[in-house]
């Protein structure tokens, strides 16, 4: 779940669900996620008629964890993805490039709690604080 804001769209305060999931180390500290986030937002036009925007975002990321002593690790990535935009004008479908930095909290054996800072630039770019729990599938 996050918080987002898209300049292109005027619009914030944009609470995201979504999921995501740690495939696996690719090499020492670089790990392979998924995620899958959705959003949509409501907003009144100048006409006074209501404008409705939803996104699908489908991405796959690389986290680069740094190495350090404690149970909090921090992390950046980036990634691409795919963005699916549906509104009552028009719709979209476009390439995405992701950019993160966050840290990560191990809460039980296969799950680690998150807290990343996002931004996507794409058709509509948007910057997000994201929190949420990571299931390890490896």
């Given amino acids: 779940t996050g918080w987002a804001r898209s300049a292109d769209l005027d619009m ?5 669900p979504g999921l995501s999931v740690n495939w696996g180390q690719l090499q020492p ?6 995620y899958v986030d959705y959003w949509n937002k409501c907003k009144q036009s100048i006409y006074k008629k209501d404008i409705i925007w939803r996104v699908f ?3 796959a990321i ?3 964890t740094f190495p350090n002593q404690t149970k909090v690790t921090p992390f950046v990535g980036g990634g691409v993805g795919f963005n699916f935009g549906k509104g ?3 719709s979209s479908f476009d390439l995405a490039i992701h ?5 990560s909290i191990p809460i039980a054996t296969k799950l680690n ?3 990343e800072l996002k931004y996507s630039v794409d058709g509509i770019d948007y910057f997000g604080i994201f929190m949420g729990i990571n299931y390890k599938i490896k």
């Avoid at 914030?12 to 995201?16: S, T």
């Avoid at 500290?29 to 998924?34: K, M, P, V």
């Avoid at 950019?99 to 840290?103: E, K, M, Q, V, Y």
């Fill in 12 to 16: 914030n305060n944009i609470i995201i």
């Fill in 29 to 34: 500290h670089l790990l392979l996620f998924g």
């Fill in 57 to 59: 975002v489908i991405s």
């Fill in 62 to 64: 690389i986290k680069y």
């Fill in 88 to 90: 009552d004008i028009n």
């Fill in 99 to 103: 950019f993160l930095g966050g840290i």
């Fill in 113 to 115: 709690g998150d807290v």
